[in-house]
């Protein structure tokens, strides 16, 4: 069984950064691909970055330059660094990691933690 749990979120001001990080439980590979989303309020979920085994990472135009994914694979750790944030990225991020399957990779997705920026 595979358990993904995010935590860092909290409410700070435009301008502030927050570090969050997601731990996933289960017998898995430091390997696998691992990827952080968020969602709005009535709004869909979105990408936000993406990185995979080989440490190579990908982001969406709206957070690049702003926010690093990194990855502890001792820890089976994800990191999503956020700086100079703005109203806009007040959201529930998610944590996703993928196994590859036969029959394609299978998402975990964890609980999400809220994240804030207001004045």
């Known amino acids: 069984q595979v358990q993904l749990v995010e935590s860092g979120g909290g409410l700070v001001q435009p301008g502030g950064s927050l570090r969050l990080s997601c731990v996933a439980f289960?017998?898995?590979?430091?390997?696998?691909?691992m990827a952080w989303y968020r969602q709005g309020l009535g709004q869909q979920r979105e990408f936000v970055a993406h990185?995979?085994?080989?440490?190579?990472?990908n982001y969406a135009d709206s957070v690049k330059g702003r926010f690093t994914i990194s990855r502890d694979g001792g820890k089976n750790t994800v990191y999503l660094q956020m700086n100079n944030l703005k109203p806009e990225d007040t959201a529930v991020y998610y944590c996703?990691?993928?196994?590859?399957?036969?029959?394609?990779?299978?998402?975990?997705w964890g609980q999400g933690t809220q994240v804030t920026i207001s004045s």
């Open positions: 996703r990691l993928d196994v590859p399957t036969e029959n394609g990779p299978l998402s975990y």
């Open positions: 289960g017998r898995l590979s430091n390997t696998y691909p």
């Open positions: 990185i995979t085994s080989s440490t190579s990472t």
